[in-house]
């Protein structure tokens, strides 16, 4: 059994109680993805399993067998920061940073979902095969993701001007 | 967690096949089942009317399987 992570094939653990949290940081050695509550409600485990944003806490290793895993370690590429990254750290994204590999897996995988046009809590129209991602949409789909430090503003900010340049992530109204 | 056998079902036929055994479980997206596990609230496994709360050793010898939807 075995399964891909940032591009790599590893050995699936044998005991199905081993989380893909677990498996990526205590079995493959990559801490950049954090564990903060354990139990789903944080999403500071966030990592992408094909693309999609997933919770690493409660999916178990061997759910993904033959999936293909991208953490924060993964989304460098040829030694340079990813565009979000760099955007966080241009935003001042953070303070202490425990939840920033997860702000910006999720984020990653949200870009995604706008781009396949799912729609959101806060969208007008859910037939729509475009999603325009202005500040309410941004924010509601990021919500799920706690900053304890409570940098909010500039994890939006940073996401809207990596994937929504011209979005002044600040205003009050669409 | 209380140890539990895990099961991946080939097809739908497969899933009702597997789902069918005692104590079985379905695991799907938006589940809350693994952390209630973790917590062992989910133990029903580890139950036995007949002998009380059987822990490990029953668990082992009536694994759990966890099944996947295809």
């Known amino acids: 059994m075995s399964i891909i992570v940032n591009g790599s094939a590893g050995e699936l653990p044998d005991d199905p109680r081993v989380s893909l949290l677990d498996y990526l940081r205590e079995h493959s050695g990559l801490h950049g993805t954090k564990k903060g509550c354990d139990q789903g409600a944080c999403r500071a485990c966030t990592v992408l399993a094909d693309g999609e944003r997933i919770l690493a806490c409660l999916a178990l290793a061997v759910q993904y067998e033959g999936r293909s895993v991208t953490t924060i370690e993964g989304l460098t590429e040829a030694g340079s920061l990813h565009p979000l990254q760099r955007a966080f750290i241009a935003s001042d994204g953070f303070q202490c940073g425990y939840c920033t590999p997860g702000q910006i897996c999720s984020a990653v995988g949200m870009a995604r979902e706008v781009s396949r046009g799912v729609p959101s809590y806060v969208t007008g129209d859910l037939s729509a095969e475009t999603v325009r991602l202005g500040r309410d949409e941004l924010r509601e789909r990021m919500s799920g993701n706690l900053c304890r430090c409570g940098a909010y503003n500039g994890v939006v900010a940073a996401i809207a001007d990596t994937y929504a340049p011209g979005t002044n992530a600040m205003e009050a109204a669409e | ?70």
Do not use: C, W
């Open chain 2, 1 to 70: 967690m209380i140890p539990f056998a895990y099961a991946r079902a080939a097809d739908t036929a497969d899933a009702v096949r597997l789902g069918s055994v005692a104590n079985a479980k379905y695991l799907g997206g938006g589940t809350n089942l693994v952390d209630l596990m973790r917590e062992t609230i989910e133990r029903r496994l580890g139950t036995d009317p007949q002998h009380g709360h059987g822990g490990r050793e029953h668990a082992a010898a009536h694994p759990l399987p966890l099944l996947l939807r295809p």
